[in-house]
């Protein structure tokens, strides 16, 4: 196995395959966990946030309101969703009362 070196468990199943040997995808992976052969992804650390910044930041006015009904109190939040090659943005507005997504984009 070490002639696949940098090869998952499933692209090792399938060379194994190819080449005309009968193995099973979770046995090869118990193996290879087993040998310490395993892959671990590499992830890129993708920063979203700047705290160290020079502007004003404001109170928390929502910090002491009761909420009792709808649409008295709405929030907002930004995220990243991972996608296979790349990530987008989503922005979400929520109704703190219900917790019901008022709208996205």
């Not at 196995?1 to 979770?26: D, P, Q, S």
């Not at 290879?32 to 993708?46: A, C, G, I, P």
């Not at 943005?89 to 219900?98: P, Q, T, V």
Request: with cysteine; charged share 25%.
């Amino acid at each position: 196995m070490l002639e696949f070196a940098g090869y998952g468990y499933r692209r090792v199943t399938a060379e194994l395959k190819r080449r005309g040997y009968i193995i099973n995808h979770k046995k090869l992976l118990r193996i290879m966990r087993e040998n310490n052969l395993s892959l671990r992804k590499k992830h890129k650390f993708v920063r979203t946030t700047d705290s160290n910044h020079c502007f004003f930041i404001y109170p928390n006015l929502a910090k002491s309101l009761i909420r009792d009904r709808i649409n008295q109190l709405l929030v907002a939040d930004i995220t990243y969703i991972h996608l296979r090659f790349d990530f987008a943005y989503l922005a979400a507005i929520l109704d703190a009362f219900s917790r019901k997504v008022v709208g996205w984009a």
